[in-house]
């Protein structure tokens, strides 16, 4: 029995000093923890708030949560900004390029719905509107 507990304390007093060894500070002194540098105060004026100003959405609870909002529907103000920049064409049917987007027959862009593509203008519709692009040079 004294031997285990030579052989005990031994291998406690081996495995403390490989411990104090191996975790020695490298300046051979205490660890000391080093200031952090603090950040002069801010001071806030009379028209400034402590956090931005956040918009939140109004919603009515009556409602269901997860019905779409309503979204404003494109105007002729909008179509005026759909570019045509050319038209890909073979008698299987065509492609067009508006504003640097590839639509084909059916594809939305903008909120209007390509109803016809021929190798000289895009037929657009939305609701009972229809517009006709030509290419711009």
Known sequence: ??????LIVLLGV????VYTWVM??????KLT??????????ELKLHEEATPSVGYVKYN????PFAKLPTASPTLSQASQLQLRGILWD?????????????KVGDTIGGWRV???TPSYVLLKQG?????LTPTE
């Open 128 to 132: 009972e509107m229809e517009i006709k």
């Open 33 to 42: 923890p080093k200031p952090i540098p603090k950040e002069p105060p801010t």
């Open 91 to 103: 008698n299987k049917g065509g492609l067009a390029m508006i504003n640097d987007n590839l639509v």
């Open 115 to 117: 109803v016809r593509i």
């Open 24 to 29: 020695k500070p490298p300046s051979g002194g």
């Open 1 to 6: 029995m004294t031997r285990k507990l030579l």
């Open 61 to 64: 609870w009556n409602k269901d």
């Open 14 to 17: 081996l495995g403390y000093a």
